[in-house]
């Protein structure tokens, strides 16, 4: 049965993407100006953890915005929070992104894959580093560079606080993807895949699915229903 797609359903993807992008926000500001000295450690950890699960909650609505599933009543609105998303994310090009994620959806685990492991970086980091790769550039980096050379020499924010806040918990967050989002569903086992989508699904409870994340373990689901939000995802498993 092909899950149901409502009006409701596009403004509950906006206001999703909203809270996402506020959370990230706040929890960025808030780690940005603390003083390290004077905080318990385990707070500290807690913003760490949780801005890393805000950063993949970004790239996740990047994500949902290359689907149109943002907000699917406006095209206009729906590309605004993909771009948003994925500049604030790490500066990627979104149209570079939306490309090369419909060939992925196209191609799924063939050299026509920008995903794909080319058959040669079969290992999980050697894989990860190709990954990476096919989707950053030194143009990037470089903008990177600046913008944190500006928040340190001219908003005064500690180097410490930007590495631990802004830099760790965005790369670590690229492995949250890599790994629930890519690796996983798609490496080759002795199980042979079902089908042309060439992904599998985890297993995972409704919540251990959202906290690892956001759904996206769910994969065979989302290349079957590509119009369907992360959210949507665990209802179409019941069908």
């Known amino acids: 049965m092909k899950p149901e797609i409502t009006k409701k359903d596009a403004f509950r993807g906006l206001s999703t993407a909203l809270i996402i992008l506020g959370l990230w926000g706040a929890n960025l500001f808030y780690g940005l100006t603390l ?24 790239f996740i609505t990047a994500h949902d915005a290359i689907h149109g599933v943002v907000f699917p ?21 979104y149209k ?15 050299p026509k894959d920008p995903d794909f492991n080319d058959g040669i970086h079969k290992g999980f980091w050697r894989w990860y580093f190709h990954f990476i ?7 990037q ?20 606080n930007l590495l631990l806040f802004w830099v760790a918990p965005a790369l670590l967050s690229t ?10 569903p798609h490496r080759e086992t002795n199980e042979p895949f079902k089908d042309d ?27 079957e229903y590509p119009y369907l939000a992360w959210w949507k995802l665990p209802s179409s498993r019941k069908n």
């Open 73 to 93: 009543v406006n095209k206009s609105i729906n590309k605004f929070f993909g771009i948003l998303s994925v500049t604030l994310y790490a500066l990627f090009n």
């Open 35 to 58: 003083d390290l000295g004077d905080i318990p450690v385990p707070t500290v950890i807690m913003v760490f953890i949780l801005q890393t699960f805000f950063y993949t909650g970004l």
């Open 175 to 184: 492995l949250q993807l890599f790994f629930f989002g890519t690796f996983l």
């Open 133 to 139: 790769f096919t989707y950053v550039n030194w143009k």
């Open 197 to 223: 989508h060439r992904a599998r699904s985890n297993e995972y409870s409704t919540l251990l699915s959202f906290l690892t994340c956001y759904h996206f373990g769910y994969h065979w689901e989302h290349h």
């Open 96 to 110: 570079l992104l939306f490309a090369k994620h419909w060939d992925h959806h196209r191609y799924p685990g063939t």
């Open 141 to 160: 980096i470089l903008g990177m560079a600046i913008v944190f050379n500006i928040l340190h020499h001219f908003l005064g924010i500690p180097v410490l």
